[in-house]
C-alpha cells in the first residue's frame, strides 16, 4: 500500500498528523513484541514538546525578598548578588516533539539498547530544533544504542539522517543530490577488534510507494526486522486513513 501525504490535502483536512504520529509507536510496539527476543521489551514515548507555566504571583512573592535569608542561627543572611550577565536575549526554549519507540534490555537492568524516532515537523523546522534532534541521536549512538529514524514529514525539506552523519564528519552518497527529504534509516556504531565502525542503512521514500524493512539492532549480533510498511498500514486503518 502507498505512502502517503498526511500534512497537505486531502487528508490533512479528515485527519492531523499529530494523530497518525500518536499511534504509530503504539503500532511499532505490537508488532515488534511477537519478534523480539527473550529479555528485550519495546515501549512507546510520545511528547510533544515543552510547555512551562509561571507562577508569577509566587515569583514575585519570592522575588520581593531574595536578598535575605535566614540561616542555620534563626539570624537573616544576605545573599550573595551575582554580577550582571553577560547576556540577556528573549528566546524559546527547542519545542522538541518525541515519537519514539525505545527498546529496552530487562536481562540488564532495562538497558536501552535501540531507539526508532519518527520525525514531526518540529523537529525540522529551525535550526535549533535540528541540531538538538541530531545531537540526541548521536549521543544515543556513542553510548551503543542503535537508531532508526523514519521522516515522512513532506513541509519541511531538511534531511536529519544526513545531519546526523555530517556531525561526525560522515556523509552517505547512495541518497544523491540533492537529498531526499522523506526518508528512512538505521545506525549503528559497533567494534571491529581495534576499530569503532559506523553502518548504517538507508532509504528514499516516495509517495506512493511502499516502505522499507529496517534492520533493528539489539546487540552486536542481535537483530530483528522492523517491518515499517506493516505498522504503517496497521495504524492508517487503525485511524480510518485510507
Request: aromatic content about 6%; glycine content about 6%.
Amino acid at each position: 500500500m502507498p505512502l502517503r501525504d498526511h500534512f497537505r490535502p486531502p487528508l490533512d483536512l479528515i485527519t492531523s498528523w499529530e494523530g497518525f504520529h500518536g499511534q504509530w509507536p503504539a503500532v511499532i510496539v505490537q508488532q515488534l513484541r511477537k519478534r523480539l527476543p527473550a529479555g528485550y521489551v519495546a515501549e512507546p514515548r510520545v511528547h510533544s514538546g515543552p510547555r512551562i507555566e509561571i507562577d508569577i504571583a509566587t515569583f514575585e512573592r519570592e522575588g520581593a525578598s531574595s536578598s535575605l535569608i535566614e540561616g542555620n542561627g534563626g539570624a537573616l543572611t544576605a545573599v550573595w548578588p551575582p554580577a550582571v550577565p553577560s547576556v540577556v536575549v528573549e528566546t524559546g526554549l527547542p519545542d522538541q516533539d518525541e515519537y519514539e519507540v525505545r527498546i529496552l534490555d530487562t536481562r540488564r537492568g532495562r538497558r536501552l539498547v535501540a531507539a526508532i524516532e519518527i520525525v514531526s515537523p518540529a523537529n525540522k523546522d529551525r535550526p535549533e530544533h535540528r541540531s538538538v534532534f541530531v545531537a540526541r541521536c548521536v549521543a544515543l549512538l556513542q553510548q551503543g544504542v542503535s537508531v532508526s529514524l523514519v521522516d515522512l514529514v513532506t513541509v519541511k525539506h531538511f534531511n536529519l539522517y544526513l545531519e546526523l552523519l555530517a556531525m561526525i564528519g560522515q556523509t552517505d552518497a547512495t541518497l544523491g543530490d540533492p537529498p531526499p527529504h522523506l526518508y528512512a534509516a538505521a545506525c549503528r556504531w559497533t567494534r571491529q577488534g581495534d576499530r569503532t565502525i559506523l553502518e548504517a542503512w538507508s532509504h528514499v521514500l516516495t509517495l506512493s510507494e511502499p516502505l522499507p524493512t529496517l534492520p533493528l539492532w539489539l546487540g552486536p549480533d542481535v537483530v530483528v526486522p522492523l517491518d515499517l510498511e506493516r505498522s504503517y498500514e496497521q495504524a492508517c486503518a487503525d485511524l480510518s486513513i485510507e
